[in-house]
Structure formats: structure tokens, C-alpha cells
């Protein structure tokens, strides 16, 4: 058998053994990693490692060629390119460690049931002429539309997911919602729960005692409002839940126009479009070579639209500044 020993890069530094061993060989299996690592095959710089290990700068990793069943192995997503193109017109940023997208609402992030056209499937699009295939970073609902991060390279990724998990990155959310919050400002801690159902999973808010919820903090900001109803609000999610934002304003008795689900009294309004109105508007993120990025997305058509007919004003078409420090 075949020993591979290969010495970790900058680019690769503290990314999880297990995900660089899929990036070099994409057919290998979790419980194929396990078993090496658990049987000392594995190893970095000559000790015994967990699949979980986090890699590090000039450390060598040994690891022997296994053979995988041709039948079992992953079959190469097949690439859209008329979704390929589209991805690359999205781009408003971008440098060595990172894509920032403008994702329109409709189109869906990963996977998943009778999804076949996603962004995580065309990622490959975006490679160019690098050795590492870019990654998503954090997930944004198949109708919001906005900004979607997309890392260049392993190290990147590990350092924008840090980020995420921190209260170090900044995330501003617009929404146009069919009733106007009481009060004008304020902040939702209300703990989140999925819950499957025969027709499919539901997010619905907790109790703060039940072990199996998550905690999810919200702050918001009426920033206008027209005919005692509508209203345009800002939304600073300190947690990134599933649907957190959908479900924090349903509970506060001002769902999103356009949310068919969680928006049980007026989901669709004569003269508006019936596309859900959130908006992932700003970013505000350590970058991972250093200093700042703070990136802004322009409206969705559809958003735009009922912007205009509300008289509310529509911001610069896009932002991306890049500080130093």
C-alpha cells in the first residue's frame, strides 16, 4: 500500500483532519478516516491523531491510499451552467480568500429533497485555476435573498466560521414586515425548537426549560413604516438559527411579507409581490488576512419594488470596503 506524506500549507491551516482528507480524496468515507486514525495509520508528525484533529501549518500528514469501491463512490455533481454563469454575475467581492454573492430569493443553497440546482452543487465554477474548491460559510433560507460568504481555501474558512460562531461578525437583515413591531426597537431571546411534522420539519418557539431548544437572540430597529401596518425593519441576528428571523418576528406579531409559513394572518398583500422580503443587507467581518471587510447588498427586484410603492428610500446599489486594521 501506498504511503502518502504530505506537508500542511497555509492555506490548509486549522481545517479539521477529517475535511482535508475528503478535499484530497473525495470518495473516502468518515468511517474509513476513523478506522485509519483509530489504527494508528494515520498519523501527523508521527503521533496517533482523532479524525477531529485540527491541522496546523508545516505539520506532515501520513496517510496511507486505501481503494474504494468504484460502486460506492460519489458520484461528480453535475454543474448547471447556465446556474454556473449566473453565480459568477452574482459576485460583489472578491479576493484570494473569499466570494461574496448577491443570492437572489428562489434559489437554494445546498441539497435536499427534490432540490437538484443548488449553489453548494456549483462551487466548482468558482475554483478557477486554484487547487482548493471553495466553501459556503453559513447557509442563508432558499427565499431570503443577499449576501452569501463563500471561502476560497481551507484556512479562510476555518477563520470566517470562527467568526460566525463570535459575535465578531456582523449580520444586518431588511425586512418588510405586515405589521408594525411594538415596541419600535428592542431585542427577542426566545429559545427555538424544530419540530417534525408528516408534511415536513417546523420551526416553533420554546420554553426556555426545555433541554432540546436552542437559544436564539435577535435585536431589531423599525427603521420606517407606512399605512399603520407595513413596516421596514432592521434585524441583528446574535445567533444564527434555522428560520430564526422568520419565527422571532411571527412571535412578535409582525411576520415577514411573503412568509407562507411561519406568516399565518397576511402572508400576500394585493399589490405586493408574494416573494418572502428578507434581506441579508450587511456584513461586518474580520477578514481573514487581516483588518475588516464590511460588504452591503443591493435589493432584490422584488423588494425594491415594494420599497418604491411604500415611499421608504432605497439604498446604494453596493458596498465593499476593505480596511487594513
Known sequence: MKILHISILKEDGDVRLD??????????????????????????????????????????VRFPMVEVDPVKAK???????????????????????????????????QGGSNVTNHIDGILESLQFDSKY???????????????????RHPAAAAKLAAAFRSRDMKKVYWAITTRRPSPLSGRIDLPLLKVE?????????????????????????????????????????????????????????APILGDKKYNKEMPVMDGFSQKL????????????????????????????????????AIPSEKTAVRTKK
Not at 478506522?35 to 508521527?46: E, F, M, P, S
Not at 437559544?215 to 434555522?242: C, H, N, Q, S, W
Not at 474580520?286 to 447588498?297: F, T
Open 133 to 151: 474548491r471553495p466553501s459556503l460559510v453559513h447557509r442563508l433560507d432558499k427565499d431570503t435573498s443577499g449576501l452569501l460568504l463563500i471561502a
Open 19 to 60: 475535511r482535508w482528507i475528503k478535499r484530497q480524496h473525495p470518495n473516502i468515507t468518515q468511517g474509513m478516516i476513523q478506522k485509519l486514525c483509530r489504527t494508528g495509520q494515520i498519523r501527523v508528525d508521527g503521533k496517533r491523531v482523532q479524525a477531529a484533529t485540527h491541522l496546523k501549518e508545516g505539520e506532515i
Open 277 to 312: 422580503h428578507l434581506h441579508a443587507r450587511q456584513l461586518d467581518m474580520p477578514h481573514p488576512s487581516g483588518g475588516r471587510l464590511l460588504v452591503e447588498a443591493p435589493l432584490p427586484p422584488h423588494m425594491k419594488e415594494t420599497f418604491e410603492h411604500l415611499g421608504f
Open 197 to 253: 411534522y408528516q408534511n415536513g420539519s417546523h420551526i416553533e418557539a420554546a420554553d426556555a426549560k426545555n433541554k432540546e431548544a436552542q437559544r436564539a437572540i435577535t435585536e431589531y430597529e423599525v427603521k420606517d413604516f407606512a399605512a399603520r401596518k407595513l413596516a421596514l425593519v432592521e434585524l441583528y441576528p446574535l445567533t444564527g438559527r434555522m428560520h430564526q428571523l422568520r419565527v422571532h418576528c411571527a412571535e412578535m406579531k
Open 75 to 109: 458520484q461528480p455533481q453535475q454543474i448547471d451552467p447556465k446556474l454556473a454563469k449566473q453565480l459568477k454575475e452574482w459576485i460583489i467581492y472578491q479576493d484570494d480568500d473569499l466570494f461574496v454573492i448577491n443570492k437572489p430569493s428562489g434559489i437554494a443553497v
